[in-house]
Every structure is written in C-alpha cells, then in structure tokens.
C-alpha cells in the first residue's frame, strides 16, 4: 500500500465536510469511509484486481477538490463537445455537472412530477427517505479504495427516483463535466432508484473540455425493483491527459432486467468496475461494452455479474480495439451462488489488435457452486484478417479503408445493441472518425 496518514489525505484532496450536523447519518458513513481509506490506501500492482494496472503516477499528484464556483460554461460550449451534444439532443431530459456541481442553467430536468431527477445534493437536504433507504447501501466501500474516497467525499450528483408502475419513455442523460486549469479531483455520486413494474433509460456521460489533467472518480448505484426494465449507458470521453475511475453498482429485484453499456473512449487512465448482483428469482441482466484505445492510454475494465438467486439469465459481450502503443484489461468474473439454480450465462471478451505494441489482458472466470446452470465464457484476441483485406482490396478499397471497414464491422456489433437510436447513430460517427484517424495515422508510419 501507499502509506498515507489522514492529516496528509485530508490535505492533499481538499476534504471538506459539509455535513457538521452531529448525529447526521451521512456523516457516519462518510466519517468511515475516509477512515477505511487510510486503511486500504491507493491500491497497487501487488493486489490481483490491479495487477496490470498501476495508480502510483495519480497517487502522486497533489489534487484540488474540483470547484465550480467562477466556472461558467454556456450550452454552446458544450454543444461542440461530442457526448454533450447527446444531452442537449431533442426529447432528452438533461442532468448536468459542472466539476461535480449541478448546474441549473445547463440542466433541464422536464419529467412527470412524479418522477424525481434531481441533484443529490439537494435530496440529501430534503432528508429523501430513498436517499436515505439507498445511498452508499450497495457499492461497498470496505475493499474498494476508490469506493472510499468516493463516499468519504460524497456532495453531489445525480438522484433519480421513479416511482411503481411508471413508464418513462424519454431518455434521462446525466452529463458530467470536467474544466479545469489545476490538477484537481471530482468524485461524482449517482443514485438510480426505479420502482417496482417501472423503465427508465438513463445515459450517463463523463467528459473532459480541454486538455488537462484531473481526476473522476464516479460511483453509480443502481436498484431495480421487481419486474422493472432499466437501461444504463455509461460513456466516457475524457481528456486524455486525465485519470478516470468509475464503479457502477447494480441491485437486481424478482424479474427485472437490466441492459448495461459501457462505452470508453478517452482518459489517460480508465478504470471501470461493474457488478451485477441479480439478487431476486428470474433477474435476467445484460452487460455491453467497447473500448477504443490509441498512443499511450491504458483502459481497465472489470465485471462481475453475481447470480444469488436460482433462474437468473446474463449474457456479457465486450469487444476492445486496440491502437499504437496503448493497453487494455478485461477482467470478468461469474459467481453462481449455491442456490442459483437453473442459471443461464455467457461471457465473451473479443480484441482486435491494430498494432504489435498493442497489448491486451483478458482474463474471463466462472465461480460455480450450483450444479444444475448453463454457463459459458471465452476470449480471443487477435489481428485485422489479412484475407477479409484482400478480399475488399480486390474490390477496389484501399488498404486503409480496408482495415477500417473491418474494424467498423467487428465494433459495430456492440453499437447494434443499444435501443436509443440518436445515441447510437452519434456513436457511430464518432466510431467512424476515430477509426479513420486511425488509419491515416497507421499510413503515414
């Protein structure tokens, strides 16, 4: 561990406790939570879950706490960002972030009134019963480093709470953004409640303006409740001088299904940790992910699709394409608990190499203690197919359109999977042009 007293921790993050009501019940938690991080300290190479990813250069950065006061963006600024034109798209009730804070300017939260979406902040204020019921619940802070910092420093974000029985139809995105000319850190909390027989869709965006170096450290909690249908899209483009860490947290009830998407495109650094606990009979889940990496970045993707009660379904695909001198790690685990019987689940991690320094960990794993299931996993990794080019270069293409078609196709398959259909057409834009400058790069070489 990186050895850290709290006086230090305290200083170097900015820690500032907002919440100096004595007896206060987030400010126990909060209270144990830094405390269990000066325990745990910033996880190291030494630790399985971060052997091929090292934190020791974000360690050493002296971080501000991100601020938003005198940070004035217009929508106009944020128009030209990519993710942030999605938020700003027709029909889309918007939540927005500025270095953590909401912003009521930017944000245009037009629900039913009796769907709440609004900051965290404000509900921690209102004394929320679901707040409270929820928050800092089920993404554990007790082996998780960055869960603990998380929570210790838990301000604001975005809370969403629909109630049974609702149906909501436009999609809500939550936009975080980060600005800023320190180093400085911003640990946005999300709470996603969804009643009972209800659906949501919620897209939740994490972008850099700029270049510059800072730190998000998310966390997300997730609770469907029975029969409900939740779909989650977690997409990042960060700066790529920047550090980005994120826990998406997930509690399944009796019948619900739960569609995840997770997208990574930016970021110095990416870590992304995602667990499933489909802890209500009949849960079914759904796990998507692409990765496109270039230069230098690194992207961490950790998953865990936990089956605790017996009838459950899970099917995972996550696909990383991987340029010049970059790195990625997969790392995917299924736990079959003992009384999940007649349990249904695949896994599959594929990788398309675009350069030999390109490198890529995968590591797929199944935990089983129950004997009647079906479970499945896989991994393969592995280069452009020289055939599929020369077919196309027959054809006409070029060796460069060739290969980025190919890479099109193979990435594609991820994009197909998501019902929102503006997002996914703007993700493939944006696919295409990161391919294509992909590929000139490659032709210049």
Same mark, same amino acid.
Not at 254 to 270: A, E, F, P, Q, Y
């Given at each position: 561990? &990186?050895?850290?007293?709290?006086?230090? %921790?305290?200083?170097?993050?900015?820690?500032?406790?907002?919440?100096?009501?004595?007896?206060?019940?987030?400010?126990?938690?909060?209270?144990?939570?830094?405390?269990? /991080?000066?325990?745990?300290?910033?996880?190291?190479?030494?630790?399985?879950?971060?052997?091929?990813?090292?934190? #020791?250069?974000?360690?050493?950065?002296?971080?501000?706490?991100?601020?938003?006061?005198?940070?004035?963006?217009?929508?106009?600024?944020?128009?030209?960002?990519?993710?942030?034109?999605?938020?700003?798209?027709?029909?889309?009730?918007?939540?927005? /972030?500025?270095?953590?804070?909401?912003?009521?300017?930017?944000?245009?939260?037009?629900?039913?009134?009796?769907?709440?979406?609004? +900051?965290?902040?404000?509900? $921690?204020?209102?004394?929320?019963?679901?707040?409270?019921?929820?928050?800092?619940?089920?993404?554990?802070?007790?082996?998780?480093?960055?869960?603990? %910092?998380?929570?210790? /420093? &838990?301000?604001?974000?975005?809370?969403?709470?629909?109630?049974?029985?609702?149906?909501?139809?436009?999609?809500?995105?939550?936009?975080?953004?980060?600005?800023?000319?320190?180093?400085?850190?911003?640990?946005?909390?999300?709470?996603?409640?969804? =009643?009972?027989?209800?659906?949501?869709?919620?897209?939740?965006?994490?972008?850099?303006?700029?270049?510059?170096?800072?730190?998000?450290?998310?966390?997300?909690?997730?609770?469907?409740?029975?029969? #409900?249908?939740?779909?989650?899209?977690?997409?990042?483009?960060?700066?790529?001088?920047?550090?980005? !860490?994120?826990? !998406?947290?997930?509690?399944?009830?009796?019948?619900? !299904?739960?569609?995840?998407?997770?997208? #990574?495109? @930016?970021?110095? %650094?990416?870590?992304?940790?995602?667990?499933?606990?489909?802890?209500?009979?009949?849960?079914?889940? +759904?796990?998507?992910?692409?990765?496109?990496?270039?230069?230098?970045?690194?992207?961490?993707?950790?998953?865990?699709?936990?089956?605790?009660?017996?009838?459950?379904?899970?099917?995972?695909?996550?696909?990383? $394409?991987?340029?010049?001198?970059?790195?990625?790690?997969?790392? @995917?685990?299924? $736990?079959?608990?003992?009384?999940?019987?007649?349990?249904?689940?695949?896994?599959?991690?594929?990788?398309?190499? %675009?350069?030999?320094?390109?490198?890529?960990? +995968?590591?797929?794993?199944?935990?089983?203690?129950?004997?009647?299931?079906?479970?499945?996993? =896989?991994?393969? &990794?592995?280069?452009?197919?020289?055939?599929? &080019? /020369?077919?196309?270069?027959?054809?006409?293409?070029?060796?460069?359109?060739?290969?980025?078609?190919?890479?099109?196709?193979?990435?594609?398959?991820?994009?197909?999977?998501?019902?929102?259909? =503006?997002?996914?057409?703007?993700?493939?834009?944006?696919?295409?042009?990161?391919?294509?400058?992909?590929?000139?790069?490659?032709?210049?070489?």
């Amino acid at each position: 561990m &990186i050895a850290t007293t709290e006086k230090q %921790l305290l200083s170097t993050f900015g820690f500032n406790k907002t919440l100096n009501e004595n007896g206060h019940w987030l400010r126990d938690i909060r209270d144990r939570a830094i405390a269990r /991080f000066n325990e745990l300290g910033f996880p190291t190479t030494k630790l399985e879950d971060w052997k091929y990813t090292n934190v #020791s250069a974000l360690a050493k950065i002296p971080f501000e706490a991100a601020a938003a006061d005198g940070v004035i963006l217009t929508r106009e600024q944020l128009r030209g960002v990519f993710l942030a034109e999605a938020a700003f798209a027709e029909n889309c009730n918007r939540l927005v /972030f500025v270095n953590g804070h909401y912003s009521g300017e930017l944000s245009s939260p037009d629900l039913c009134d009796q769907v709440i979406a609004t +900051s965290l902040a404000k509900a $921690i204020h209102d004394e929320s019963p679901s707040v409270r019921a929820h928050l800092a619940r089920y993404a554990a802070y007790d082996l998780r480093a960055f869960v603990a %910092l998380n929570t210790a /420093f &838990i301000e604001d974000g975005a809370f969403i709470e629909v109630p049974a029985g609702a149906v909501i139809e436009t999609p809500i995105h939550i936009l975080y953004v980060s600005t800023s000319t320190e180093p400085a850190a911003s640990h946005p909390r999300s709470l996603i409640v969804v =009643g009972d027989r209800s659906q949501a869709r919620i897209i939740e965006s994490h972008v850099g303006l700029g270049d510059e170096i800072y730190l998000t450290n998310a966390v997300t909690e997730i609770i469907a409740g029975q029969n #409900s249908v939740v779909e989650h899209y977690k997409l990042q483009d960060e700066s790529h001088s920047a550090f980005h !860490v994120s826990t !998406v947290q997930v509690e399944q009830g009796r019948d619900s !299904v739960v569609t995840s998407h997770s997208i #990574s495109l @930016g970021g110095k %650094l990416t870590r992304n940790d995602v667990t499933v606990v489909l802890n209500g009979e009949g849960a079914e889940c +759904s796990l998507n992910g692409l990765y496109i990496t270039s230069e230098r970045q690194h992207v961490d993707n950790h998953t865990v699709i936990d089956h605790a009660k017996p009838h459950g379904t899970s099917r995972e695909l996550y696909k990383g $394409i991987l340029c010049d001198k970059s790195s990625a790690v997969f790392d @995917g685990s299924i $736990i079959v608990r003992t009384d999940a019987q007649k349990t249904d689940s695949r896994q599959s991690n594929k990788n398309l190499l %675009l350069s030999e320094e390109a490198t890529i960990n +995968s590591k797929p794993q199944l935990e089983i203690n129950a004997d009647d299931v079906k479970c499945a996993h =896989g991994t393969s &990794i592995g280069h452009p197919d020289e055939a599929s &080019i /020369f077919y196309l270069r027959s054809r006409g293409i070029d060796q460069r359109e060739a290969q980025a078609l190919l890479t099109y196709g193979f990435a594609n398959d991820v994009l197909d999977r998501m019902s929102i259909e =503006g997002l996914r057409v703007r993700l493939e834009c944006a696919l295409i042009a990161r391919l294509s400058h992909v590929a000139q790069t490659r032709s210049r070489e």
